[in-house]
C-alpha cells in the first residue's frame, strides 16, 4: 500500500485540478462563449448508423420504466441504452429514447467535470449521432433544434479541452465524437485534421508489433478495436481518406482479439477485463474480412494460447503494464485461466464494472488471480490512485515434450522484498484432459507461499481423498480432479466479476512455507473419464 504522506499530496491535486476546471468552464462567460456561433444547422448534416448489436430485453425494460438511463455506468451509458432501445425498435422505444436525452439536456447542458469530460462527451454524441435516425425520425422540431444545440457546445468545448496526451480507450472515444461533430459544423477541418494528429499518435504508441494494446486488457483490445472500426466507416462514409495507421492498426489487432477468447466466446480476465458480449465480440470480428487460424503467441502483449482437444489454457506471461497504461492493470503475475468447450474451469476473479477502491484494489491482488502468492503480499504494488507501482522481468518459453503443448514462465517481482524468483510450468496434453503443472519458489527459506485456482461459479466442487484431491463437476456433468502431491488443499470463498458484478464463487488453494532454496508444488488437472 502506498504510504498516506504520497497519496494526500496526489488527492489535494486532484482536488485543486477539479476547482481550476469549475472556475475555467462553470463560469457564465465560458458558457456564452461555448454557446455563440452562426448557421447552426437546424438538424443535423452527417449521421452514421451504430452498427453494434443492443438487448431488446433490456430495452423493454427501459421503455417499461424498470431501468434507467442513469443507473447505467458511465460513459457507456447513452450508447448501451440507445443500442437496447433500437434493437426494440417500436414508436414506444423512439419516445423513451428522446425522453432519456431529454433528461440529460434538463441536467447536464452546462459544464459537468464528469458529464463533460472528453471520453465520456465523446461516446455520447457519438451515441447521440449513432442513433439519431432512429430517434429523430418523428420527434418534433424543437427537441431536434435542441439536441443540436447542445451537440455543437460540446463540441466547442471538446475542441478546446482534447489533449494531445489521450490514450486507450478513452482517447478514441474523444476522437469519435470530436470526427462526428466536424463533419456537422462549419470550421470542421481545423478538428478533423487534429484528430487525424490524434489518431496516428496514438495508435503508434499503444498498438504493438503482434496485434495487443499496452494496457494488456482484453476488453480494452475489444473496445480499442471497435472505436477504430467507427473511425474507419465514419472516414469512409464522409469521403475522407482513412488514416493509414487506422487501418493497419484494425489488421493487426483483430486476430490478437481473437487469440484472447475463450469456448463461450467471451474473452479471458486479465487487467480489468470482463468476459464482455460475445455477439459484440463477434459483430467486432467480422469486420475483419481476412479468414485464418487463431493465432497461439502474443509475445508484445504477453500471453500465449494452448489449445489440445476441446480444451483451452490462455496464460498470462508478460509484465506489468507500463505506466501510464497500467490504469486497470492487475498483479497477477503468471496467472492462467482453462475451459473446456463453452465452459471455463479455471478463471481469474476478474473487475468490478464500476468499483470502489477496496473492490479496484481486491480484485487487482496477485490473490484474485489463478497464480502464486509468496507472504500475502501482491506481486506488484497497487497504487491507491490507480495502477501498479512496481515493475517485474519475466520471461516464457513454450515448447512440446511427449505430445504435451508446455509453458514455462518465471518472475522475479518478489526479488526485492523476499529474494525469491517464482517460476510456472504448465503442460496441456495433447487430447486436452489433462494439465499438468509445476510451481516452483525459489532463493529463500521459511517464506510463505499460497497457489490458488479460482472455479467459475457454475462448478461444483468437493475435497476428497485426505485433502489432496479437489473433485470439479461442471454443469454439463464432466468430472475434473484436481490432484496435488504431498500436501493438502482447502476450499474457500471466492468471488467471479465476469459480468461486472460479483458473483460468489470459489477457490482451491495450497499453502505452505519455503523448506529449502527451492520448492515446488507439482500438481494436475485431469477430466474423468465416462464410463
Not at 357 to 377: G, L, P, Q, V, Y
Request: charged share 20%; aromatic share 6%.
Amino acid at each position: 500500500m502506498k504510504p498516506a504522506s504520497k497519496t494526500l499530496p496526489t488527492k489535494l491535486i486532484d482536488k485543486v485540478r477539479r476547482g481550476v476546471k469549475t472556475v475555467a468552464y462553470g463560469n457564465p462567460l465560458y458558457q456564452r462563449i461555448i454557446s455563440s456561433g452562426e448557421n447552426i444547422p437546424d438538424r443535423l448534416r452527417f449521421t452514421l448508423l451504430d452498427v453494434w448489436p443492443g438487448d431488446a430485453e433490456a430495452g423493454r425494460a427501459l421503455i417499461s420504466g424498470q431501468g434507467a438511463l442513469f443507473d447505467l455506468s458511465l460513459p457507456q451509458r447513452h450508447a448501451v441504452a440507445l443500442r437496447n432501445l433500437r434493437a426494440v425498435g417500436s414508436d414506444a422505444a423512439r419516445q423513451r429514447a428522446r425522453a432519456l436525452i431529454e433528461h440529460w439536456l434538463q441536467r447536464y447542458d452546462h459544464w459537468n467535470d464528469v458529464e463533460w469530460a472528453p471520453d465520456v462527451m465523446g461516446e455520447r454524441i457519438g451515441a447521440w449521432i449513432g442513433s439519431y435516425e432512429f430517434f429523430a425520425s418523428n420527434a418534433a422540431p424543437e427537441f431536434i433544434q435542441r439536441l443540436t444545440i447542445s451537440l455543437h457546445r460540446q463540441y466547442k468545448h471538446l475542441v478546446r479541452t482534447v489533449s494531445p496526451g489521450i490514450s486507450g480507450v478513452e482517447g478514441l472515444r474523444a476522437i469519435k465524437g470530436l470526427v462526428l461533430c466536424a463533419l456537422n459544423f462549419d470550421e470542421g477541418d481545423k478538428a478533423l485534421g487534429l484528430a487525424a494528429e490524434l489518431i496516428h499518435r496514438q495508435l503508434a504508441a499503444e498498438i504493438l508489433p503482434d496485434g495487443g494494446v499496452r494496457s494488456r486488457s482484453p476488453s480494452a483490445q475489444l473496445h480499442m478495436a471497435r472505436h477504430m472500426i467507427d473511425l474507419r466507416s465514419i472516414f469512409k462514409a464522409a469521403g475522407i481518406e482513412v488514416p493509414v495507421v487506422l487501418n493497419t492498426s484494425i489488421h493487426a489487432m483483430i486476430p490478437a482479439l481473437k487469440m484472447l477468447r475463450h469456448g463461450d466466446g467471451g474473452l479471458a480476465l486479465f487487467h480489468g477485463s470482463h468476459e464482455e458480449s460475445p455477439l459484440l465480440i463477434d459483430a467486432v470480428i467480422t469486420q475483419f474480412a481476412a479468414k485464418g487460424r487463431v493465432i497461439r503467441r502474443m509475445p508484445n502483449m504477453g500471453y500465449e494460447r494452448f489449445a489440445a482437444g476441446r480444451s483451452l489454457l490462455i496464460a498470462d506471461c508478460g509484465a506489468p503494464p507500463p505506466r501510464d497504461h497500467d490504469a486497470k492493470g492487475h498483479a497477477g503475475l503468471l496467472g492462467f485461466e482453462f475451459g473446456q468447450g463453452r465452459e471455463r474451469l479455471i478463471v481469474n476473479c476478474g473487475a468490478i464494472a464500476v468499483a470502489t477502491d477496496e473492490w479496484r484494489k481486491a480484485c487487482a491482488a496477485t490473490a484474485a488471480h489463478s497464480t502464486i502468492t509468496i507472504e500475502d503480499t501482491n506481486a506488484c504494488e497497487i497504487l491507491e490512485t490507480g495502477g501498479l507501482g512496481s515493475a517485474a522481468h519475466v520471461t516464457a518459453h513454450r515448447f512440446e515434450q511427449n505430445g504435451a503443448h508446455c509453458l514455462e514462465m518465471t518472475h522475479d517481482a518478489y526479488r526485492p522484498q523476499f529474494g525469491i524468483v517464482c517460476q510456472r510450468r504448465l503442460c496441456l496434453s495433447a487430447d486436452g484432459d489433462e494439465l499438468q503443472g509445476v510451481d516452483t519458489v525459489s532463493g529463500a527459506v521459511g517464506c510463505g507461499y499460497a497457489v490458488r485456482w479460482h472455479l467459475h461459479p457454475s462448478l461444483q466442487a468437493s475435497i476428497a481423498h485426505s485433502g489432496q484431491t479437489a473433485l470439479l463437476r461442471t454443469p454439463s456433468g464432466n468430472g475434473w480432479r484436481l490432484r496435488i502431491e504431498g500436501r493438502d488443499l482447502s476450499l474457500e470463498p471466492s468471488v467471479y466479476c465476469g459480468s461486472g458484478a460479483p458473483r460468489r464463487s470459489l477457490q482451491i488453494k495450497v499453502s505452505g512455507k519455503t523448506t529449502a532454496m527451492t520448492t515446488e508444488i507439482i500438481w494436475n488437472l485431469t477430466k474423468e473419464k465416462k464410463g
